[in-house]
C-alpha cells in the first residue's frame, strides 16, 4: 500500500478495512478483508502472486488489459499447480499491438470479463503480496481495471523485482546500473537464467518468479532477509 492510500485512510491495516466495507461481495473484498503478512516476515516464508499483464499499449487510461498471468511463490518455491492466466474479452479490435503481444482478436472473443478477470486475480492474490517486474505497469493498469469495475482502486503492496535488481547493480557510491540491464530478460541473464518467448502473461510471471528466487539467493547469501526488505508499499 502506498503512502497516498496511508495518507487518506491511516494504518495499512485501517485503510484495507474501510476499503473492505466499501467494497462489493466477491474477491475484492475478501482480498481487502484478508490480514497483510507482517514486515518482519522471513522471506523462506513469505508468500507472494508473481503477475503480468498484457496490454494495447503502456497508459492505463487510454490503453486496455489484455491478459493476467500469475505464479505463486511461497518461500523459495513456486508453485505451479496455483499458476493461472486470463484473457480479457475486448469491444474493440487490438490493433498494432498484437505484434507485441501476439494475442489476436479472435483469441481475445472467447476471454472473460475484465470483472472476471479481476475475481480471478484477488481470490490467487489473498494473503500474498504482488510480486512483478516495473510493478508500477501492473498496478497502475489493475488499478484502473478496478475503478472501472468496481468504482474504487485497491492497495497493493509489492516487491518489484526491478527495484531489487537496482539496488544489486547500484551497491558503490554514485552507480548507476548499465543501460537496458534492469529490463527483465537482461537481469534474468545475469543469473543465467534461460531467455523464454516474451510477452505472453503466464510465462512472464514464471520469468519473473525465477528472478526473485534468484536474487533472494544472492541477497540472501549475506545474511537472511525479511519481506520489509524488498517490500514497496
Request: glycine residues 8%; negative net charge.
Amino acid at each position: 500500500m502506498n503512502a497516498a492510500w496511508s495518507k487518506l485512510f491511516g494504518s495499512p491495516a485501517s485503510a484495507r478495512a474501510k476499503l473492505a466495507a466499501k467494497a462489493p461481495d466477491g474477491a475484492l473484498r475478501r482480498y481487502l478483508e484478508t490480514p497483510v503478512q507482517p514486515d518482519d516476515t522471513p522471506l523462506r516464508e513469505a508468500r507472494l502472486l508473481a503477475v503480468d499483464v498484457e496490454t494495447t499499449g503502456l497508459d492505463p487510461k487510454i490503453d486496455h488489459l489484455l491478459s493476467i498471468g500469475f505464479v505463486p511463490v511461497d518461500g523459495y518455491q513456486i508453485q505451479l499447480a496455483g499458476a493461472g492466466q486470463v484473457l480479457v474479452r475486448q469491444s474493440a479490435a487490438v490493433g498494432e499491438s498484437a505484434r507485441f503481444h501476439g494475442l489476436t482478436d479472435d483469441a481475445l472473443a472467447g476471454g472473460s470479463t475484465v470483472a472476471e478477470a479481476l475475481d480471478a486475480l484477488f481470490t490467487a492474490l489473498c494473503g500474498r503480496v504482488l510480486l512483478a517486474h516495473h510493478a508500477a505497469i501492473e498496478t497502475g493498469f489493475l488499478n484502473r481495471a478496478c475503478e472501472q469495475v468496481y468504482g474504487m482502486g485497491a492497495p497493493f503492496a509489492v516487491v518489484d523485482t526491478m527495484s531489487i535488481q537496482f539496488g544489486l547493480l547500484s551497491q558503490g557510491f554514485d552507480d548507476e546500473p548499465p543501460q537496458g540491464s534492469l529490463r527483465l530478460w537482461n537481469a534474468r541473464g545475469q543469473f543465467g537464467l534461460p531467455r523464454y518467448a516474451a510477452h505472453e502473461a503466464l510465462t512472464d510471471a514464471l520469468a519473473c518468479a525465477e528472478l526473485y528466487l534468484a536474487q533472494v539467493a544472492e541477497l540472501e547469501s549475506v545474511r537472511p532477509r525479511m519481506l520489509k526488505s524488498v517490500l514497496k508499499r
